[in-house]
């Protein structure tokens, strides 16, 4: 075979293999009846379902509400935990100061969140977006602050020397070299943001894909419920390809992307 | 040249010591030196006798513990952009090209609109033509370095240090920047002030060679070089100097590079 026929199959073909041989094997034992259509229905039948969902608009208006909430809740989140990883890295008295207070507030899991959300704002958009900006946060928070520690102090003293003052200093030295670390903090933020979305929907909604999932449970439509799950996989995994296109575009400097190929 | 490139640099009864949890460190015992306006000094010492710190503390990055160090009637306390610096690391700023690097030697107070015009000039001096948009780690270690006398010079420094610019380049690419260090001493006329672990090259650029001892750092010997420029490292006088300068670190007895003809 070509040298070239090799690459494209390694690239493209040899990650879909496994996934294609597994749904074959699925589809062929619930043609079978090995596995009862009630709790497992043959791709086919998921397929046929997602298909209804898409022309009818269902399913695009569930994700397009979803979508609207984590885009909200991100940017708050990431904001936040931008500003203050700045403010914490920019003084050690502020660091101590919420020291206590972040260490008891961050290993809560954002689900605890939910009801209390609720109970405070009420059950519509604003809880929802809030859980989503608290599961950003934190992982954006870190990561600013270790991206900013790991600043090369040589690269700093040689702008104290060209008598750069402060904002500059911040601006042209330290943030392009915290933002690998940035971004590692915004891609794991934003698939925290997807998940808590729909843990927030699975517990009360009336939209969304969480809320999809909850409802078709109710009514025992296993086919609607795979097709929600399915359907967060795939836009998670849409999230997380997009991002990393915009990381290897702004980080085109670093030789650790761009030898990842 | 202008008035101020005429000034005398006046190191006076300069000692440095650092503080550490274990104890304290005296780097640098009682430096006295005078350095004429387009001078060329190179230092030679063995590792850890303070070279590095007395670079630093006339760059102003560091102050003096007793002493102190004057350019004309000023006393120099702070960096500024009348001495610029080079480093044994280029210390480029990945994320910016060659001639962002360069420009970002540029001191503020000078206009905007002059800075493509002086970048363009200093890439010219140190022979990066083409090379304007390429990043520092598609540069040869070389290459790199020129970037990093070039960002030294934008500021039009009156006095370059460098604190063993060539150390880590191969042996040919290191006669090669000496060469280049030499044109650009002979056509911008600096002070310029060599630290180097190479005998050779503290012979073939200096018009004084200062031998440094250690523990605690001093000025052991001075020796001036009276030989016509470009020097030719093969003649007796060049072997002269280097053989002075050998017995001076390692005495009468041994003499690992005597050359008696
Ligand atoms: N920032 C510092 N803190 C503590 N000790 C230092 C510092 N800088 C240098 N020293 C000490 O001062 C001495 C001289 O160092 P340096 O000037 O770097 O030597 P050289 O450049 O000649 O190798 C060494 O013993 C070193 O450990
Ligand atoms: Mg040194």
């Given at each position: 075979?070509?040298?070239?026929?090799?690459?494209?199959f390694?690239r493209?073909?040899?990650?879909?293999v496994?996934?294609g041989?597994?749904?074959?094997?699925?589809?062929?034992l619930?043609?079978?009846?090995?596995i009862?259509s009630?709790?497992?229905p043959?791709?086919?039948?998921?397929?046929?379902?997602?298909?209804?969902?898409?022309?009818?608009g269902e399913?695009?208006?569930?994700?397009?509400?979803s979508?609207?909430r984590?885009?909200?809740?991100?940017?708050?989140?990431?904001?936040?935990?931008?500003?203050?990883g700045?403010?914490?890295?920019?003084?050690?008295?502020v660091?101590?100061?919420?020291l206590?207070?972040?260490?008891?507030?961050?290993?809560?899991?954002?689900?605890?969140w939910?009801?209390?959300?609720?109970l405070?704002?009420?059950?519509?958009?604003?809880s929802?977006?809030?859980?989503?900006?608290?599961?950003t946060f934190?992982?954006?928070?870190?990561?600013?602050?270790?991206?900013?520690?790991?600043?090369?102090?040589?690269?700093?003293?040689?702008?104290?020397?060209?008598?750069?003052?402060?904002?500059?200093?911040?601006?042209?030295v330290?943030?392009?070299?915290?933002?690998?670390?940035?971004?590692t903090?915004?891609?794991?933020?934003?698939?925290?943001a997807?998940?808590?979305v729909?843990?927030?929907?699975l517990?009360?909604a009336?939209?969304g894909?969480?809320?999809?999932?909850?409802?078709?449970?109710?009514?025992s439509?296993?086919?609607v419920?795979?097709?929600g799950?399915?359907?967060?996989?795939?836009?998670g995994?849409?999230i997380?390809?997009?991002?990393q296109?915009?990381e290897?575009?702004?980080?085109?400097?670093?030789?650790?992307?761009s030898?990842?190929? | 040249?202008t008035?101020?490139?005429?000034?005398?640099?006046r190191i006076?009864n300069v000692?440095?010591?650092?503080e550490l949890?274990?104890?304290?460190?005296?780097?640098?015992?009682?430096?006295?030196?005078?350095?004429?306006?387009?001078e060329?000094?190179?230092?030679?010492?063995?590792?850890?006798?303070?070279?590095?710190?007395?670079?630093?503390l006339?760059?102003?990055?560091?102050?003096?513990?007793?002493?102190?160090?004057?350019?004309?009637?000023?006393?120099?306390?702070?960096p500024?952009?009348?001495?610029g610096?080079?480093?044994?690391?280029?210390?480029?700023?990945?994320?910016?090209?060659?001639?962002?690097?360069?420009?970002?030697g540029?001191?503020?107070t000078?206009?905007?609109k002059?800075?493509?015009?002086i970048?363009?000039?200093?890439?010219?001096?140190?022979?990066?033509?083409?090379?304007?948009?390429?990043?520092?780690?598609?540069?040869?270690?070389?290459?790199?370095q020129?970037?990093s006398?070039?960002?030294?010079?934008v500021?039009?420094?009156?006095?370059?240090?460098?604190?063993?610019p060539?150390?880590?380049?191969?042996?040919?690419?290191?006669?090669?920047?000496?060469?280049?260090?030499?044109?650009?001493w002979?056509?911008?006329?600096?002070?310029?002030?060599?630290v180097?672990?190479?005998?050779?090259?503290?012979?073939?650029?200096?018009?004084?060679?200062?031998?440094?001892?250690?523990?605690?750092?001093?000025?052991?010997?001075?020796?001036?070089?009276n030989?016509p420029?470009?020097?030719?490292?093969?003649?007796?006088?060049?072997?002269?100097?280097?053989?002075?300068?050998?017995?001076?670190?390692?005495?009468?007895?041994?003499?690992?590079f005597?050359?008696?003809?």
């Amino acid at each position: 075979m070509p040298k070239k026929t090799i690459k494209i199959f390694d690239r493209f073909l040899l990650p879909v293999v496994l996934p294609g041989l597994l749904i074959f094997l699925w589809e062929y034992l619930a043609h079978k009846g090995v596995i009862r259509s009630t709790i497992l229905p043959a791709p086919s039948v998921i397929s046929a379902t997602f298909y209804d969902m898409v022309v009818s608009g269902e399913l695009w208006g569930h994700l397009k509400t979803s979508l609207w909430r984590v885009f909200q809740g991100f940017a708050l989140g990431s904001s936040l935990g931008l500003i203050a990883g700045l403010l914490i890295s920019a003084s050690p008295r502020v660091e101590r100061s919420l020291l206590l207070v972040t260490g008891i507030l961050r290993p809560i899991p954002i689900i605890a969140w939910v009801p209390v959300l609720i109970l405070w704002m009420g059950i519509d958009e604003a809880s929802k977006v809030t859980v989503i900006s608290i599961g950003t946060f934190w992982p954006v928070l870190l990561n600013v602050i270790h991206g900013i520690r790991s600043t090369d102090r040589k690269h700093i003293e040689v702008a104290t020397m060209l008598g750069k003052n402060p904002s500059s200093i911040l601006i042209h030295v330290i943030l392009p070299s915290a933002l690998p670390s940035i971004f590692t903090g915004l891609r794991v933020g934003i698939g925290i943001a997807w998940m808590s979305v729909i843990g927030a929907e699975l517990i009360a909604a009336s939209q969304g894909l969480g809320y999809l999932i909850a409802y078709a449970r109710e009514l025992s439509q296993a086919d609607v419920m795979l097709v929600g799950v399915a359907c967060i996989g795939f836009t998670g995994l849409l999230i997380d390809i997009l991002l990393q296109c915009i990381e290897k575009r702004l980080l085109y400097w670093n030789v650790n992307l761009s030898g990842k190929g | 040249m202008t008035a101020a490139g005429k000034e005398m640099l006046r190191i006076r009864n300069v000692s440095k010591r650092f503080e550490l949890d274990s104890g304290s460190v005296l780097a640098l015992d009682n430096v006295s030196m005078d350095v004429k306006p387009g001078e060329f000094i190179s230092i030679v010492g063995s590792s850890g006798c303070g070279k590095s710190t007395l670079l630093r503390l006339v760059m102003g990055l560091e102050s003096c513990t007793s002493g102190n160090i004057e350019l004309g009637e000023t006393n120099i306390s702070k960096p500024s952009a009348e001495r610029g610096m080079v480093f044994q690391e280029s210390r480029l700023l990945p994320w910016k090209t060659v001639a962002e690097n360069i420009a970002f030697g540029i001191p503020k107070t000078n206009p905007k609109k002059e800075h493509n015009a002086i970048v363009k000039e200093h890439v010219e001096l140190v022979d990066l033509h083409g090379f304007e948009q390429a990043l520092p780690y598609q540069l040869s270690g070389g290459m790199q370095q020129r970037v990093s006398i070039a960002r030294a010079l934008v500021g039009r420094p009156n006095i370059l240090l460098l604190d063993e610019p060539f150390g880590a380049l191969d042996a040919l690419t290191r006669i090669q920047m000496q060469l280049e260090i030499l044109r650009i001493w002979e056509t911008e006329r600096k002070t310029m002030i060599l630290v180097t672990h190479d005998i050779d090259e503290a012979i073939f650029l200096g018009d004084r060679v200062i031998v440094m001892s250690a523990r605690p750092g001093s000025i052991r010997k001075v020796i001036h070089i009276n030989l016509p420029r470009p020097r030719d490292r093969s003649s007796t006088e060049f072997m002269n100097y280097r053989r002075d300068i050998f017995q001076e670190f390692f005495g009468e007895q041994q003499k690992p590079f005597v050359f008696e003809i």
